[in-house]
């Protein structure tokens, strides 16, 4: 019986379906059995269990996030992973992105809490463990999903998955910021194949019937992002996923009349905290510095 029950438990661990990071190519052909459906592999636990990063600098990272929540002065908070955080971070690689933000939202107290690498997991998993505790912004942007996506195709059911974290990440900033307006964006399009653009519109599909127009919006810029297959424009990206100042506008553009509906006009001070940077990011040249 012991030797009946080890050898089903080899069968079940060898029928799970195998999983590749967006980072990487694609895992090596397999004859028998045939290979699962690739997905993203941070959606292997279920795009709506929170789960924490593990290695130490995104650990030190949400530290100073949650030391950053806790500074308040906040209006408008922005969620989301890398295509969030490289619009609102002090990194000097990406300061040209930052006075596109700077340009656009001071004035409005806005708050960039994105982390690169993320998925709607990961997010659920900051949101939980202080991340928004006590802030009560008055309008939340979110954008995220895109790493769940990945780089394969793997059909309804990532999309399902993919939806069903996105609506847990909404309900917990419901609970724990309950007077905010939430904007939900559409997943930006990236190069890639059509079935993959197909399921990223599938999820925007999903998005925009969770809106209803009033303390939940949706927005979609990906027409002017990309032509009707989902190709990006020229000067839209730096690498086919993350936007240039060029792209960023484009989004700025379709936040700011909900910003001004709800808020009114920007002040002319601000009361943000600064801008936060990846701990471990390198500094700016010393000539730059100066």
């Given at each position: 019986m012991k030797s009946l029950i080890r050898i089903l438990s080899l069968a079940a661990v060898a029928?799970?379906?195998?999983?590749?990071?967006?980072?990487t190519g694609p895992a090596g052909a397999a004859t028998n059995p045939p290979p699962a459906p690739r997905r993203f592999a941070n959606t292997a636990r279920g795009a709506d269990q929170p789960s924490p990063r593990?290695?130490?600098?995104?650990?030190?990272?949400h530290e100073?996030?949650?030391?950053?929540?806790?500074?308040?002065?906040?209006?408008i908070y922005f969620e989301g992973d890398s295509i969030t955080r490289?619009?609102?971070?002090?990194?000097?690689?990406w300061r040209a992105n930052l006075a596109n933000w700077n340009s656009n939202f001071f004035g409005w107290n806005a708050a960039d809490f994105g982390w690169g690498a993320d998925s709607t997991q990961h997010i659920l998993w900051r949101l939980e463990n202080g991340?928004?505790?006590g802030v009560n912004p008055k309008i939340i942007v979110l954008l995220a999903g895109i790493n769940n996506v990945g780089a394969f195709p793997g059909g309804d059911e990532k999309?399902?998955?993919?939806?069903?974290?996105?609506?847990?990440?909404?309900?917990?900033?419901?609970?724990?910021?309950?007077?905010?307006?939430?904007?939900?964006t559409g997943l930006f399009p990236r190069n890639g194949s059509a079935a993959l653009i197909a399921e990223i519109n599938k999820i925007n599909d999903n998005l925009a019937k969770m809106a209803d127009g009033k303390k939940i919006r949706y927005i979609n810029v990906n027409d002017k992002?990309?032509?009707e297959n989902g190709k990006l424009h020229p000067g839209m990206t730096?690498?086919?996923?993350?936007?240039?100042?060029?792209?960023?506008?484009?989004?700025?553009?379709?936040?700011?009349?909900?910003?001004?509906?709800?808020?009114?006009?920007?002040?002319?001070?601000?009361?943000?905290?600064?801008?936060?940077?990846?701990p471990s990011a390198k500094p700016a040249p010393a000539a730059a510095a100066q």
């Open positions: 029928a799970l379906p195998q999983v590749s990071s967006a980072q593990t290695d130490k600098n995104s650990q030190l990272a100073e996030l949650v030391a950053k929540a806790k500074k308040g002065g906040i209006d490289r619009w609102g971070t002090s990194d000097y690689a991340e928004l505790d999309v399902a998955n993919i939806t069903r974290g996105l609506q847990a990440i909404v309900k917990v900033m419901q609970e724990k910021a309950p007077n905010a307006v939430i904007i939900l992002l990309a032509d730096v690498d086919g996923l993350h936007p240039t100042p060029k792209g960023y506008q484009i989004w700025a553009d379709a936040l700011k009349p909900i910003f001004t509906e709800i808020l009114g006009p920007p002040a002319k001070t601000d009361h943000a905290p600064a801008p936060s940077a990846d």
